[in-house]
């Protein structure tokens, strides 16, 4: 999707920040029992601390290797559909259970427990953050990430034809 390194940092902010705040919210869900309309606003506190730590981690050193293991399982002349399947799966894959580490440490005042509470964290994460990707994160932010870039670039063809 993304072809620039400005458009790849915009696009890795966005889903990165549609990815945490669902993971956030449904984790605080988790701990008070059930969601309520309070839990959409209780989760703007965590945001400040995890969203950064997901961008950098993203653009830093998962982007490029869940490629890699993406790869392993399809070429480049695969159905793109397959490609991106692949890559954030990937991504999630490695993606959980480092957020869920992370999660674990900053929230969850673990102690000797880390390990025990990170697998448990982890395993309750990963199906939600598989599916939230997949089905709705992932196709929500590339179908507006898209549009945009489509509109600005229309916008600027225009502007360029018109000067």
């Not at 999707?1 to 988790?30: D, E, G, S």
């Not at 950064?52 to 290797?65: D, H, R, S, T």
């Not at 673990?110 to 939600?128: E, R, Y």
């Amino acid at each position: 999707m993304p072809k620039t390194r400005l458009q790849n940092i915009i696009f890795t902010l966005i889903m990165a920040f549609v990815m945490v705040y669902a993971m956030v919210c449904y984790n605080i869900a988790l701990d008070k029992g059930g969601m309520t309309n309070e839990i959409f606003l209780l989760a703007f506190h965590e945001i400040p601390i995890m969203w950064p730590i997901a961008c950098i981690l993203e653009y830093f050193a998962v982007e490029k290797l869940s490629r890699k293991l993406a790869f392993r399982m399809v070429s480049p002349e695969d159905k793109p559909v397959f490609i991106t399947l692949a890559i954030s799966s990937m991504i999630v894959c490695l993606m959980c259970p480092v957020m869920s580490f992370i999660a674990t440490c900053l929230f969850m005042h673990p102690g000797n427990q880390i390990i025990a509470l990170w697998l448990q964290k982890t395993v309750q994460n990963f199906p939600m953050a598989l599916c939230w990707q997949i089905f709705f994160a992932g196709p929500g932010v590339r179908n507006v990430f898209g549009f945009v870039v489509g509109f600005i670039l229309d916008r600027k063809s225009i502007i360029d034809y018109h000067l």
